[in-house]
């Protein structure tokens, strides 16, 4: 089905002699000079941090890990009860240190019972947000737990809720589906968790919270800096291979496991047999290269939030205008035109892996206490 998928992309591709990428790139609104910066400050950031790979493998009593060690890590491994109202607090502290706009948005909807957190046996353990643009009002629906997740996951849908509210003089987001593109639509979600996350770290007095919480952040780097990484490789060079005609099953998987062993610089001891075949993504034929968007939204998000606290309050108000306007521009136009970034230089892309490594060095300090 693969060869298949592939092929009727790559005539409808050839009878236009359109870039393969394009589609892709047109329906993310993001210039492939721009796709091409963040790959290569990844790539350029490998090396510092694949250690943190080595430290997990040497905490579990191994000289590598295998890539389904590293799936199975525990993503708490200090869990505290944290009742409704403590999560809630720390999430409006960790929006007012950023904007008094943002902290009193929280508190709104916590008090106008925009949120539903009963834990009921049966609801998901996930976080969704339903917006009701026209009504300047969203609802939040999770199953708070009493643990870190569940604040995280709370702080997420706020993030949702705050870029809705922006969104606000647009009649219906019907009307935004062919212009509100991946690329920016975790921003203000990932943005509130992030920043939650980080003033946690930074407060608490807990070493294993601490340790807990870097974790946490470095596990979902990997996933997006690594991981992600690897399934672009996979689909671009699948893709150019599928072009001399299709490809026997070894001939795929072959290619899987190069792209993921150069993608996590051959520091695991084993890659996923059959990726190829588990990841629904390859098999979208609406959306091709269902991948990079998530990288791009994780570390787009970082930037911005070392970015905010470079600037402090001034932030708010480009971050403001920005998710107003998120879906009405090129990726690269509005970036520039709110925040004076460029995204098709290295330097943004470099200071946000830069935040990361200093989360691996952070964290390598507390596994040595």
Known sequence: MLNHIAGFR??????????????????????????????????????????????????????????????TLSLDDHQESIPFPSGVEWIIQALNDLSPDMGDFAQYALANRWVDAVPFKHKPSNGFCAPFISDKESRISLRYDNNMESVRILAHELGHAWHYRQLEDRLSLFLLEDQFPMTIAETSSIFFELALVDTVIRESKDRKTKKSLLNWKMQRS?????????????????????????????????????????????????????????????????????????????????????????????FAQKFTYFLKESGTKPIEELADDHFHIKLSRPDFWQQSINRIVKDIEQYTILSKK
């Open 10 to 71: 790559l005539t409808l591709c050839g009878s236009a002699k359109k870039d393969l990428l394009e589609e892709s790139l047109k329906s993310n609104r993001i210039a492939r000079s721009t796709l091409d910066a963040m790959w290569k400050a990844i790539d350029g950031y490998l090396p510092q941090l694949i250690p943190y790979l080595g430290l997990k493998a040497s905490e579990s009593g191994e000289s590598q890990l295998s890539w389904h060690q590293l799936m």
């Open 222 to 314: 990997i996933n997006y800096l690594m991981a992600v990484r690897g399934a672009y490789l996979f689909e671009t060079r699948f893709y150019e291979k599928r072009k001399s005609g299709p490809l026997s099953a070894s001939q795929i998987e072959e290619l899987s496991m190069e792209a993921q062993k150069e993608a996590f610089g051959g520091s695991l001891s084993q890659y996923q047999p059959f990726q190829w075949i588990k990841a629904i993504q390859f098999y979208r034929t609406d959306v091709p290269f269902y991948n990079y968007p998530y990288t791009f939204g994780y570390l787009f998000s970082v930037g911005l939030l070392e970015t905010a606290k470079k600037e402090g309050k001034q």
